[in-house]
């Protein structure tokens, strides 16, 4: 892995939450794998940031038909604002660490999370999340559009999909964003 400057880093740990996570194989590996990127890059000196998804009231009256995804979950009240939808306490976040609430799939899209970035004077995003198809690729393609240099840790991302999350991070992911490990990102911090 290329070298990271950590002062203009930032860890986005994506749509892990109860609801979420509760849906992980192996829940327990998963979220330790992710607390070592997290601690590392905390001692480093990055910017931590969590992304959550959660739909308020309005956000559920205002999705349309069209919009399957979030439709579904709309009519379900699955994703409504709440417990299940914090981070998960596993990972909880410090009192200084960013955190926003999105209502779509991208990290970017619905929140000010690129504001927040750019005036801690990141240009370089590190990756991790569930899923791999979801919120790790819409947030690759958005924040290349933003101009922001991209990691994407391959075994800090998870797909209920195995044979989607390969072809993402071995054919897909690396057009716009290098895919390393969290062994790697760690050792990359040190």
Do not use: W
Request: glycine share 6%.
């Amino acid at each position: 892995m290329t070298e990271l400057a950590p002062a203009t880093t930032a860890l986005l740990i994506m749509d892990l939450q109860p609801s979420i996570t509760a849906q992980l194989p192996d829940p327990e590996t998963f979220i330790g794998g992710v607390l070592r990127a997290r601690e590392a890059a905390r001692a480093a000196g990055a910017v931590i940031g969590y992304v959550r998804v959660a739909l308020t009231e309005d956000d559920i009256a205002s999705v349309p038909a069209s919009n399957v995804n979030f439709h579904a979950a709309a009519a379900t009240g699955r994703l409504l604002d709440g417990p299940d939808t914090q981070v998960d306490p596993r990972i909880a976040p410090a009192d200084d660490e960013i955190v926003v609430r999105k209502s779509r799939v991208s990290a970017f899209s619905t929140t000010d999370l690129r504001e927040q970035l750019e005036t801690q004077g990141v240009d370089t995003i590190v990756l991790c999340g569930i899923s791999t198809s979801g919120v790790v690729l819409s947030t690759v393609r958005d924040a290349a559009d933003h101009d922001f240099r991209i990691v994407v840790l391959e075994d800090g991302c998870f797909d209920r999909d195995p044979d989607v999350h390969r072809v993402l991070t071995e054919k897909i992911f690396p057009r716009q964003a290098e895919v390393t490990s969290i062994a790697d990102f760690v050792d990359a911090l040190s």
